[in-house]
């Protein structure tokens, strides 16, 4: 049997970070680039594991039930923390079966129109959805995504009713609203930039309280509607019990990471903000995170079994 893993000899084989989510969107991105960067700094391989399904759950419950002993880490994102609240039976816990190690990244959501929409601010579209004689219609990658969770929520705090359609996924729900079968969408910076650069859609307000640098000019929720706050971000975990030294090591690194220029760009230009966060940092960041979504949920009313 193997001894305990000590900080000064990790790691001495390949570390693998498995993904929630298919390869080639912007977690996985996030995850290679941070691969590829910790590789470089230990000296020996960092994989990245792709283990989409069930909303993140079946790679979440596969690195809570690992060897707490940094070889095998989450790249958790704040689904995982949604799914606390939405699933009723999870058979692993967040806040007690990991550790957080590093945040990576934080990405505001944009409300999104079709170019052609009447709306060309966030007011006309709150005044076209009072004024509408039929409930206008967002749409969403599916059930208790972030999408239809900031959706839910912009109901709520404007006091107006929409309809939610929820697809398989964020890509058709865009393309959709692209061809103008449903009024707006709640989506990702990272996803919508291309299309908002593009003239294909038009960005009308930002879900996070600060201000882009991507998107100039554009405005908050928050200025209008107080307490609007729905970020999407993505972070590295461990399985609880991962020694403190380990962890530490992992983060330091990361934050490191965070900070160089190549990674900075990058980030930057998929419209997201590179974090780079101490353990205790990330931990207070997910605990609020779990109050938040827990509140999301229960107004949109979400359930996903």
Do not use: C
């Not at 949604?82 to 505001?108: G, R």
């Not at 839910?152 to 865009?174: R, T």
């Amino acid at each position: 049997m193997a001894g305990p893993v000590k900080a000064e000899t990790f790691p001495t084989r390949t570390v693998t970070i498995v993904v929630p989510f298919s390869a080639g969107g912007s977690t996985d991105t996030v995850a290679r680039l941070v691969a590829t960067n910790l590789q470089g700094q230990f000296g020996q391989p960092f994989v990245v594991e792709n283990k989409p399904g069930a909303s993140g759950n079946i790679a979440a419950s596969y690195v809570a039930r690992s060897a707490p002993d940094g070889y095998t880490l989450f790249m958790g994102t704040s689904t995982s923390i949604a799914n606390m609240s939405l699933f009723k039976n999870l058979n692993y816990d967040m806040l007690t079966d990991f550790v957080p190690v590093s945040q990576t990244v934080y990405t505001p959501l944009v409300m999104i129109v079709n170019p052609n929409s009447p709306a060309k601010t966030f007011q006309d579209f709150l005044k076209m959805a009072k004024e509408a004689k039929q409930p206008l219609t967002y749409g969403s990658g599916g059930s208790g995504t972030s999408q239809h969770l900031a959706g839910a929520l912009f109901e709520n705090l404007a006091d107006v009713k929409m309809v939610h359609v929820p697809y398989k996924g964020a890509a058709p729900a865009v393309t959709d609203l692209m061809g103008g079968q449903i009024d707006v969408m709640f989506s990702p910076l990272v996803d919508a930039i291309g299309y908002i650069r593009g003239g294909k859609l038009r960005a009308l307000a930002l879900t996070t309280p600060k201000e882009s640098a991507q998107l100039p000019g554009v405005p908050t929720l928050a200025s209008a509607l107080a307490g609007f706050d729905v970020p999407t971000w993505n972070g590295i975990f461990a399985p609880a019990k991962t020694p403190p030294a380990i962890v530490d090591a992992l983060s330091k690194a990361i934050q490191k990471a965070m900070r160089e220029p190549d990674m900075i760009k990058t980030v930057e230009g998929q419209g997201s903000d590179p974090v780079g966060s101490t353990p205790a940092e990330f931990k207070s960041f997910v605990e609020k995170e779990q109050k938040v979504w827990q509140r999301l949920v229960e107004i949109s009313g979400a359930k996903v079994e």
